[in-house]
């Protein structure tokens, strides 16, 4: 064993996301309490250019090859797992993203090491490694230790401030050969989808009407628009609302959807599932209604009313159209 | 193309969930159990690959308790063609000793297509769908929000973020996490349900506990604090909507202040 953090980067179309300084901040700070290095696993084709952005890693693994141009859940995943019979780290740290969840389930099962899933907190001091999890979408706190001094943790949005992750610099590199599966690969890409255009852009509004599974039906999202107009602003929701078809891809806040910082967060009938609060949490003021008192959107909210969200949406049509 | 969909009861989600006297699990006695959302998506996703290049649909769940029947009922009901219920009296069972038992159980019934639920909210030690892909040596894609049947295996598009998706041939046999099918879920009669449950279709399968911990304890559970964040508003509406009004306002929306 290494002792060493090795943090997951992930990058598209050449820029890394926030979610890779995240859990470089994270694992420089637990680097600083435990003395490990941290190396940063750099996947891709043509990405050296990359390696300057990574400068609060010790050491940068890189795996440069024609095969792996583009994110493949299979050829990726291997090479992770290749990275880590490697150099046997003490702690690996995956972003839950929708690249890390390809990547962590058989991190551990190939590599036989513990996972801990849903992590906003990891500690690796030298009494061993432990983390506190988001259960039940945020209903409930997990803390949580691991058997043996190693282990895999895919971590929350959230973790750790990216600011504090992102410097430039100059680390070591390590260049590695892609495994056999990168080439072999038995998932090809073919194409990135980009998002539907034309709709409202619910990232340029001062205030936005969030409607959760608590709007009960396509029909009572009418009352949501109209509270909606009246202020100025637009609808938006979480995802349930989007895959059941009652508004579009482009009204959806959060791990999926788009990231909105409006001026006032509206929530209606919306429990703040840890996916749905990574999108909205940097909102100026967030106001919510929800008939549940426990409803973890209350932790994130600045004000917050317990109640049904049909006794005071016409409330506030009247108030401000009236 | 066969197909098998995993699906997993979880405690349903708008119920206030308690404690029991070791802190370290959920008082489970007066729980209601639902089937995981991504899962009914999962079989949809199934059944309109079924209707688009025919072939068969087989739902499997674990244990035996009265939710896993409901919920295998109901998926036959909407069109499934078979349904296995793995092992009785299995207990509490981490991620790792779930795929374990699936793995076997799939091995033997070599199907095209493995479908699951991208993710269930209480499982601490890692997603079912993608550790049954790694024991299994499977190709897996994650975070699915369409299939297409295509010239060799099926055409998969997995989302990214900020409504970017990725587009990637795999070939069968294969696992898949479904985030969202195609289309929402459908519905069926609850007549149709009773009829499925009179039918009795329901196969049951041996299954033997499997061994390997995951190596993640539990130390503790706890709700977490949420009355922290927010400042609550008066309990009554007329007066909520006031200090709403006055809120936006002072935020500089809605009118002046
Ligand atoms: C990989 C992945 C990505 C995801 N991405 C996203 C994403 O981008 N955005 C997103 O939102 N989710 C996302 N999710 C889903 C997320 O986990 C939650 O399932 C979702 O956010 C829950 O939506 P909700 O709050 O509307 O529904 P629920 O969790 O069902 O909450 C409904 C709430 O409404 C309340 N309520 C019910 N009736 C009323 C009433 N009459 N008045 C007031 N309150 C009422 C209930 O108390 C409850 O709190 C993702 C999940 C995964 C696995
Ligand atoms: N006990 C189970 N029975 C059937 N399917 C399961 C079970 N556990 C997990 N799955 C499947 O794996 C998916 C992901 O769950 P999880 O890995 O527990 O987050 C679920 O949505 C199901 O499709």
Known sequence: ??????????????????????????????????????????????????????GVADRVLLIDDPALESFNPVGHTASVVSLVDATEPRVVLV?????????????????????????????ASSAGLSATCQLYAGKLLADVEVDGDRAVFAMLSGAAPAADGRREGA??????????????????????????????DITAQDVLVVVGRGIDSEDNIEEAVELAEVLGGAVAASRPIVDQGWLPKTRQVGKSG???????????????????????RDSSTIIAVNTDPHAPIFGVAHYGWVGDLFDILPELTDRIGG | ?????????????????????????????????????????????????????????????????????????????????????LGDDLGALDAHAQAELFSA?????????????????????????????????????????????????????KEYW??????????????????????????????????AQEAGLLEEADAEPAGPSSGVR?????????????????????EAADRIVELLRAAGVGGPS
């Open chain 1, 95 to 123: 972003p839950y993203t929708s690249t890390g969840m390809d990547i962590a389930s058989h991190v551990s099962a190939q590599c036989g090491l513990p996972l801990v899933s849903y992590c906003q907190s990891v500690d």
């Open chain 2, 162 to 195: 900020a409504g970017i998706t990725a587009d990637f041939d795999v070939s069968l046999p294969a696992v898949l996490g479904i985030q969202a099918a195609r289309q929402a879920p459908r519905y069926v009669a609850v007549s149709r349900i009773r009829q």
């Open chain 1, 1 to 54: 064993m290494s002792g060493n953090i090795l943090v997951v980067t992930e990058h598209l179309s050449g820029a890394f996301t926030d979610a890779t300084f995240e859990l470089l901040a994270l694992a420089r700070n637990l680097a600083g309490v435990s003395g490990a290095e941290v190396d940063a696993a750099l996947i891709g084709n043509s990405v050296e250019g990359l390696v300057g952005e990574l």
């Open chain 2, 218 to 238: 539990v130390v503790g559970l706890r709700i977490p604090d949420v009355g922290d964040g927010a400042e609550m508003l008066p309990a009554d509406e007329e």
């Open chain 2, 105 to 157: 159980a799939l091995a033997d019934r070599s199907p095209d297509l493995v479908l699951c639920g991208v993710q269930a909210s209480d499982e601490l030690d890692g997603q079912v769908a993608m550790l049954v892909a790694a024991k299994l040596e499977l190709p897996h894609v994650s975070v699915v929000v369409a299939t297409a049947p295509a010239a060799e295996g099926l055409t998969v598009t």
């Open chain 1, 171 to 200: 680390p070591a590199v390590e260049a590695r050969a892609a495994p056999p599966e990168a080439a072999a690969s038995t998932t090809r890409f073919r194409a990135l989808g980009e998002p539907e255009a034309g709709d409202v």
């Open chain 2, 1 to 85: 193309m066969d197909t098998v969909v995993l699906l997993r009861a979880v405690p349903d989600p708008v119920e206030e969930l308690e404690l029991d006297d070791t802190g370290t699990d959920l008082d489970r006695d007066f729980l209601g159990f639902v089937l995981n959302e991504f899962d009914d998506h999962a079989l949809e996703e199934a059944l309109l690959l079924k209707e688009d290049a025919g072939g068969t649909v087989t739902v499997v769940a674990l244990g035996t308790a009265d939710e896993v029947d409901q919920m295998l009922h109901t998926a036959v009901a909407k069109g499934a063609d078979a349904a296995v219920k």
């Open chain 1, 258 to 280: 788009l990231t909105v910082k409006p001026k006032v967060y509206l929530a209606l009938g919306v429990s703040g599932a840890p996916e749905h609060v990574e999108g909205m």
